[in-house]
């Protein structure tokens, strides 16, 4: 079961979607609202869409037509780094100036026993499904970063998975660690959805397939999977360093580090069609435009 929210008479709507693509309108004004009324009445929040859609009907509507927003306005996007071998391989690769075999800090942080955890973006700076992602114009080596995406309550709890893209300049972060904050955050440089899976109904979390497609004048450029069974650490961990001695908001999102590097001589450029799917939650698309 998965949790959207879609356009609908020109108001945002929220919805559960049943593994057939079946609509069903749910009361509550957003993701954690239905979450923290799961909580009162002492259910999942599985159980407590399933009884909102007993005896309703669906809307008579396909699920592709649904013009589809952010699934969740996200206080927050916190994001781990260096958390498979192949990301590894490439902030070496970008940090020693194109060597295949370097080792630098990224092998330290890659070991260590404290994950890389950074701010990543804020409501006003994320997208949603079908938005535009934005490229920077100080950069000229820019890839998506294609993440799955846990939604947090204010207490740490894992509430839901949906798909992340950590836009990311592998210029400027190469050039210096230091300019990290420079190459992740930006106008428009996170995007999330379609579809918050909930986490009652997603039993293994280490098994999914991410697939990135990048598309440019029609033409399918990049394509690349990987699976979160590659993931060095438990996500529970990443979420415990978060959650340390932190304020943690109703609604955060944590991406838990990319496994798909698109070649290092490809970057991204205007216009290019970028989809990012992981299975049983969807497929995330963005086109990528200049920011200024
Ligand atoms: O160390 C920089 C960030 C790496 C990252 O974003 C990732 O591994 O996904
Ligand atoms: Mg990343």
Not at 28 to 53: H, K
Not at 128 to 144: A, E, T, Y
Not at 220 to 244: C, I, M, N, P, W
């Amino acid at each position: 079961m998965r949790v959207i929210r879609f356009m609908k008479d020109g108001v945002p709507a929220l919805a559960a979607v049943t593994d057939e693509n079946k609509v069903y309108p749910l009361p509550d004004p957003d993701f954690m609202a239905l979450v923290r009324r799961a909580d009162r009445e002492g259910e999942g929040v599985s159980e407590a869409v399933n009884r909102n859609i007993a005896g309703a009907s669906p809307l008579n509507v396909e699920f592709a037509s649904l013009q589809l927003i952010v699934p969740i306005e996200a206080p927050e996007v916190w994001a781990a780094g260096v958390t498979y071998e192949r990301s590894k391989e490439a902030r070496n690769y970008e940090a020693t100036g194109g060597r295949m075999d370097a080792s630098t800090f990224y092998d330290k942080v890659y070991d260590a026993e404290r994950p890389e955890l950074f701010m990543k973006s804020t409501a006003a700076r994320t997208v949603g499904p079908g938005d535009n992602v934005c490229l920077r114009s100080d950069s000229s080596w820019q890839v998506p970063e294609p993440e799955l995406a846990l939604v947090l309550d204010s207490g740490g709890r894992i509430v839901g998975y949906t798909a992340g893209n950590d836009m990311s300049c592998r210029d400027i972060e190469g050039e210096n660690p230091l300019y990290l904050p420079q190459a992740k955050i930006w106008r428009q440089s996170c995007s999330i959805g379609p579809a918050i899976r909930l986490v009652e109904t997603l039993p293994d979390p280490y098994n999914l397939t991410l697939t990135c497609r990048i598309y440019r004048d029609g033409a399918k450029v990049v394509e690349e999977s990987a699976s979160t069974g590659q993931l060095k650490r438990r996500l529970d961990e990443l979420v415990g360093y978060l959650a340390k001695d932190n304020v943690l908001f109703d609604g955060t999102v944590l991406l838990t580090g990319t496994c798909i590097v698109p070649p290092n001589q490809f970057t991204l450029a205007a216009g290019d069609r970028i989809e990012i799917e992981i299975t049983g939650i969807g497929t995330l698309v963005n086109t990528a435009i200049a920011a200024s």
